[in-house]
């Protein structure tokens, strides 16, 4: 299975940025979805952005504009470059990748927002 490995989460005042990464344990070209959702203490984990490998990307309604996936094929990386941090962006960001029918989770990194 896919080993997903997210790194980057750490306390920012509001207004500032973050890049997450999310590092593969193969090559992302071949996998379908590479994603990123996120879960505060009391509500269901959401989806924040996916990328396919067609090169379509979604996102959640409260991130558009701010948020931004992208690919690093050769470093079998996805990152989420996150700007304009809102208290209401605190959560534990989690990786996921969709392949053959299964779906593949990181173990998430914690990003706090506050001054």
């Known amino acids: 299975q896919v080993q997903l490995v997210e790194s980057g989460g750490d306390l920012v005042p509001p207004g500032g940025s973050l890049r997450l990464s999310c590092a593969a344990s193969?090559?992302?070209?071949?996998?379908?979805?590479m994603g990123w959702y996120r879960q505060a203490p009391g509500k269901q984990r959401e989806l924040v952005a996916a990328?396919?490998?067609?090169?379509?990307?979604n996102y959640a309604d409260s991130v558009k504009g701010r948020f931004t996936i992208s690919r690093d094929n050769a470093k079998n990386t996805v990152y989420l470059q996150m700007n304009t941090l809102k208290p209401d962006d605190t959560a534990v960001y989690y990786c996921?990748?969709?392949?053959?029918?299964?779906?593949?989770w990181g173990q998430g990194t914690q990003v706090t927002v506050s001054s």
């Open positions: 996921n990748a969709v392949t053959g029918g299964r779906t593949h």
């Open positions: 990328s396919t490998s067609g090169g379509n990307t």
């Open positions: 193969e090559s992302i070209f071949s996998i379908y979805i």
